[in-house]
């Protein structure tokens, strides 16, 4: 059975760097990748950005190009995303989905369960 | 970045209802397109991906159709648990994009 399983919540003052884990089992991790979505109070859903399980390959969203990286640790099947520079813009859920391990045409078919990152003075 | 447009943003419907979702894209996408629920406090989940395969799990009730630019997602005799946020999301080119939810009530 696939799970993703999120750090807990978050709170950071402007300026600061927040980094969510997303831990996988169920599965074998290099043979798919990993995106993130965020969603702001309210609002729907963002893209923020992919990488492969398998190569370590990533893609970001122009937004937030420059101030994200996504990384994995194999040995623990973990996926890590870590934005930096905080504003209010950016308090919101984060959640981890299962995707392809290229990119292409791969849907997101598994989530975890959402980590909620407030960022306020 | 292909645009997303769904439509209506707000959709009122009761139970036994047939009800449909459109998407529409600023770009060919092909049939790379998927259709995920959300409920409050919840992780989306897929419901259609390739425009028009079910999710394993995913009750019959739930289709998708389109290619190219026009998507639509239809659910046929509406269940309580039906009432939701319904986001459409194309894969196609990979800066993914998302469209803007329609919310469907009672």
């Known amino acids: 059975q696939v799970h993703l399983v999120q750090s807990g919540a978050e709170v950071k003052k402007p300026g600061a760097s927040v980094k969510v884990s997303c831990n996988t089992s169920?599965?074998?991790?290099?043979?798919?990748?990993i995106t993130w979505v965020r969603q702001a109070p309210g609002q729907g859903l963002e893209w923020m950005g992919w990488?492969?399980?398998?190569?370590?390959?990533?893609n970001y969203a122009q937004k937030i190009q420059g101030r994200v990286s996504l990384t994995t640790d194999k040995s623990t099947n973990t996926a890590y995303m870590e934005l930096r520079s905080l504003t209010s813009d950016d308090t919101a859920t984060y959640y981890c989905?299962?995707?392809?391990?290229?990119?292409?045409?791969?849907?997101?078919?598994?989530w975890g369960q959402g980590t909620m990152v407030t960022v306020s003075s | 970045d292909i645009q997303l447009t769904q439509s209506p943003s707000t959709l009122s419907a009761s139970i036994g209802d047939r009800i449909t979702i459109t998407c529409r894209a600023s770009?060919?996408?092909?049939?790379?397109l998927a259709w995920y629920q959300q409920k409050p406090g919840r992780a989306p989940k897929l419901l259609i991906y390739?425009?028009?395969t079910l999710q394993s799990g995913v009750p019959s009730r739930f289709s998708g159709s389109g290619s190219g630019t026009e998507f639509s997602l239809t659910i046929t005799s509406l269940q309580p648990e039906d009432f939701a946020t319904y986001y459409c999301?194309?894969?196609?080119?990979?800066?993914?994009?998302f469209g803007q939810g329609t919310k469907l009530e009672i």
């Open positions: 989905a299962r995707t392809g391990a290229y990119v292409g045409h791969d849907p997101f078919d598994f």
């Open positions: 169920g599965y074998t991790f290099i043979n798919y990748g």
């Open positions: 990488i492969s399980g398998f190569t370590g390959n990533t």
């Open positions: 770009e060919n996408v092909n049939v790379w």
């Open positions: 390739k425009a028009s």
């Open positions: 999301h194309q894969y196609n080119h990979f800066l993914y994009t």
